[in-house]
């Protein structure tokens, strides 16, 4: 039981530090969504679900980033988020959820495209190929084999 308390607390560790990198990128990012000019209490969805937007209307979004059709809808910062706020990196909490959910590779490509549409692809990279890279192959194999021993 030691090693394995030893090896949960590493991912702990790995944890936290993945969601407060996350806080410092993706504070509220999750939260702007394109409402209707017509109606701006409700969301236009793309397909069955609403997807985040990109605020800057007035400029040019950056590369990947999800811009609102300027003749029907807006971009506006009331929406809840996915998964009704929970996946977000609002607060340590939310965060490391949102991480675990990540490093466990259950749904972590939706994550991926909704920063990417919130934000832009350009920089998503370099948080998620790490996390994905040690948190899910490296650490979660770590638990695997201290469980196999």
Known sequence: MAPL??????????????AIIGLEFYSGALHRSCYSLEDIT???KEGEFPTP????????????????????????????????GI???DNIGFA?????????MEGWTAILYW???????????IYFVPLIVLGSFFMLNLV???LSG
């Not at 990109?54 to 929406?79: F, M």
């Open 144 to 146: 695997l084999g201290v």
């Open 115 to 125: 920063t990417n549409d919130a934000l832009g692809s350009t920089f998503n990279w």
């Open 96 to 104: 490391m959820l949102t991480v675990f959910q990540c490093i466990t």
């Open 53 to 84: 937007c990109n605020a800057d209307n007035d400029t040019i979004a950056p590369t990947g980033a999800y811009v609102c059709n300027s003749s029907d809808s807006t971009c506006v910062e009331q929406w809840e988020g996915p998964n009704f």
């Open 42 to 44: 409700q969301i236009v």
């Open 87 to 89: 996946t977000s990196f």
């Open 5 to 18: 308390l030893q090896i949960g607390l590493l991912v702990l560790f790995a944890i936290v530090i993945f």
